[in-house]
C-alpha cells in the first residue's frame, strides 16, 4: 500500500477501535457511530485505491469488538433487568455463531444466528431516550427482540451473507429497487407518526444521550469494591461467563491474527486461565481495599499485570510446545485486559441494581 492507503487504513482502524470507548458513556450516538463506521470502512478503502486482504475475517472481528463492549455496557447503565437478560442471550447467542463461521466458514450460519443484539441495544436506548425501560416487561423486551429478529435482521444477514448482494449495485441494476426501499421507509413513518406516536405514554424525562447516573451505592469504584469484597466468589456464574466471553472473542481473533502452535480448545483453556487469574487478582484487590478511580490508569496497571503473567506462561510455553508471536501477545493482552476490566467495573452496578430491587420488592 502507499503511504497515504496506509495513514487511511491506520485512522479508519483507530476510529473502529477508539469510537466504541465511548459507548459506556454516550450509548446511542457512540453505537450508531461505530455502526457507521461498520458500513463505510470498506467504501473509504475502495475510495483510496485499496481493499485490505482478509476484510471479512477483520470486520467481523471489529464487529465483534465494539459489540462487547455495548453488551458490557448494559450491566453498567441499563435499569431494566429483562432487557439486560434478554440482551444476554442474543449478545452470547451472536458470539456462537460468529465463532462458528469463522470455523467453518458457513456464510449461512450468520443468518442462523443474527445480529439482533445490536438493534435491540439500539431500541433500548431510543426508548431510554424518553421514557423509563424500567416500566416494560420481559414479554414487551421479547417482543421488540422477536420484532427486530423476524423482520428486520433475517431479511438483512440472508441479504449481506446468504445472497451477497450489494445495496449500490442492486440500485443501479434494478430500476424500481430504489423507489421501492423509499417507499417502504416513508410508509414505516408514517406507520410511527400516525399509529404508534399517539398510543405512546408521556415521556418520563427530557431526552437526553448521556447514560443514567449509576445508583449511589455503586457511583465510585471504591464503593462498588466494598459490595465485591462483601458478596463476590471466585466461582461464579460471573466468573464463568466472564471465561466464554473472552474466550470466544479471542477465537475469533485468533482467525485472522498470525497464532502461535495452538489448536482451538489449547486457547480457551489457556485465555480461560487468564481470565481466572485476572478474576483471582480482582478479587484480592476488593478485599483488600486496593482501588483505582481512573480508568486508564487502572487500565494501565492490568496492561502491566497481564504482560507479566503472559511473560511468565511464555517461560513455561517451550515445555507444552508453543511459541509465542509477540504482536499477538500484545493485542492478546490490549483485548484481555480491556473487557476483564470493562466486566469488573461494570458487572457489581447490575448485582447491586438487582440486590436492590429484590430488596424493595421483599419490603
Known amino acids: 500500500m502507499t503511504t497515504t492507503a496506509t495513514l487511511v487504513f491506520l485512522a479508519v482502524v ?10 459506556p458513556r454516550y450509548p446511542l450516538p457512540a453505537i450508531i457511530a461505530a455502526l457507521i463506521l461498520d ?35 448494559t450491566m453498567r447503565n441499563w435499569t431494566s433487568r429483562p432487557a439486560v437478560q434478554v440482551a444476554q442471550f442474543l449478545y452470547f447467542y451472536r458470539l456462537i ?26 431500541a433500548y436506548e431510543a426508548y431510554r431516550l424518553f421514557w423509563n425501560p424500567a416500566r416494560v416487561t420481559l414479554k414487551g423486551w421479547i ?7 423476524i ?89 464463568l461467563e466472564k471465561v466464554a466471553l473472552v474466550s470466544l472473542i479471542w477465537i475469533i481473533y485468533a482467525q485472522i491474527l498470525p497464532s502461535a502452535t495452538f489448536d482451538n480448545v489449547q486457547r480457551f483453556v489457556i485465555t480461560s486461565t487468564f481470565v481466572v487469574a485476572n478474576a483471582a487478582i480482582s478479587l484480592w484487590s476488593a478485599r483488600s481495599s486496593r482501588s483505582v478511580e481512573s480508568a486508564p490508569i487502572a487500565f494501565a496497571v492490568r496492561v502491566v499485570m497481564n504482560a507479566v503473567l503472559v511473560a511468565l506462561s511464555d517461560w513455561l510455553l517451550p515445555f507444552s510446545g508453543g511459541d509465542l508471536n509477540p504482536a499477538v501477545a500484545l493485542f492478546f493482552i490490549l483485548l484481555l485486559s480491556l473487557i476483564t476490566l470493562l466486566d469488573d467495573r461494570y458487572r457489581p452496578v447490575h448485582e447491586i441494581r438487582v ?3 429484590q430488596a424493595a420488592v421483599t419490603t
Not at 476484510?55 to 463492549?69: C, E, F, H, P
Not at 455463531?97 to 439500539?122: C, D, K, Q, S
Not at 417482543?143 to 429478529?149: D, E, L, P, V
Open 355 to 357: 440486590r436492590g430491587a
Open 39 to 73: 458500513a463505510v470502512d470498506q467504501t473509504v478503502f475502495q475510495a483510496f485505491g485499496f481493499d485490505p486482504p482478509g476484510y471479512q475475517g477483520y470486520d467481523k472481528a471489529m464487529d465483534v469488538y465494539y459489540l462487547a463492549i455495548a453488551y458490557l455496557s
Open 143 to 149: 417482543a421488540t427482540a422477536a420484532f427486530i429478529w
Open 97 to 122: 455463531g460468529v465463532v462458528a463461521f469463522e470455523l467453518t466458514e458457513t456464510r449461512a450460519l450468520l443468518m442462523i444466528f443474527p445480529n439482533t443484539f445490536e438493534y435491540f441495544f439500539i
Open 14 to 23: 483507530g476510529a473502529r477501535f477508539l469510537v466504541p470507548l465511548l459507548i
Open 151 to 239: 423482520f428486520i435482521k433475517l431479511p438483512q444477514e440472508w441479504w449481506i451473507h446468504v445472497a451477497q448482494l450489494d445495496f449500490t449495485d442492486t440500485v443501479e441494476e434494478i430500476w424500481w429497487f430504489g423507489p421501492a426501499c423509499a417507499a417502504a421507509i416513508a410508509a414505516v413513518c408514517l406507520i410511527y407518526w400516525f399509529a404508534i406516536r399517539p398510543r405512546m405514554p408521556a415521556p418520563d424525562w427530557r431526552w437526553h444521550v448521556a447514560a443514567d447516573p449509576l445508583p449511589a451505592e455503586a457511583a465510585t469504584v471504591a464503593s462498588r469494591n466494598r459490595w465485591v469484597a462483601e458478596h463476590g466468589r471466585l466461582w461464579s456464574i460471573g466468573t
